[in-house]
């Protein structure tokens, strides 16, 4: 009745494929919030942490998750299931922390050039083959929402990466945008320099980095 209250009921298979995947350990936590597009689920076993993403079209993610397995260090995925006229994306936990949770100390200049270099390695992964995305002239495999909770770090280095379902093979400005959007969004203009710089983006005017960030939209 709560659950239902809330609109957070889950449909009964994927309670079951989330109890399978927790390898029959009872639930010991779980806790769910309002994400961007949907609602996100974190569900804790005794031993293993699941992820239960529900949202209109998953689809596209769930197909990303599968190619970029053992390109980029993405969720294991566990399956998709639709219910509630949704889908119902399920992944195992992946290790480390959010760039935007409050746990990581870094000051607003070592976050964009962190941002920066942990972007020039992800675009320089071979994209050959990605069914997604087009392959142009200057067209690198990128994230596609490149902002800080979506980049999860661990001692320091790049962990996981989530929400990939705009990923595929595109041009390099588009995870460039949401870099420069997602530092002043965190912390107030003056950092998308650092950010370009430690990626390796020729210099640009304020005005064009202006221009960049607004290539953004959300
Ligand atoms: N498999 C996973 N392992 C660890 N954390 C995850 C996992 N899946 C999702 N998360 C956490 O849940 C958050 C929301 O998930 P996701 O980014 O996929 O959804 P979203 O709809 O884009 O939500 P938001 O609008 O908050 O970005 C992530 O930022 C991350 O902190
Ligand atoms: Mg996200």
Known sequence: MKDEATGLRMPDVVR?????????????????????????????????????????????????????????????????????????????????????????????????????????????????????????????LVHGDYCLPNVLVEDGELSALVDVGGAGLGDPQVDLAAGVWTLQYNYGPGHARAFLDSYGWKPMTDSEIEKLRRRYAR
């Open 16 to 140: 079951a494929a989330v109890r399978e995947a927790l390898g029959g350990d009872d639930l010991r936590h779980e806790f769910a919030w309002m994400s961007w597009a949907g609602t996100v689920w974190r569900l804790e076993g005794k031993t293993r942490v699941v992820y239960v993403k529900r949202a209109a079209h998953l689809e596209g993610e769930r197909d990303r998750l599968a190619w970029l397995g053992g390109r980029w260090p993405v969720p294991q995925l566990i399956g998709l299931f639709h219910g509630f006229g949704d889908d119902w994306l399920l992944t195992h936990a992946v290790r480390g922390q959010p760039l935007n949770d409050r746990s990581i100390p870094w000051t607003p200049e070592a976050m964009a050039a962190r941002l920066g270099e942990i972007l020039r390695g992800l675009h320089s992964t071979d994209g050959t083959g990605c069914p997604f995305g087009e392959a142009g002239p200057g067209h690198v």
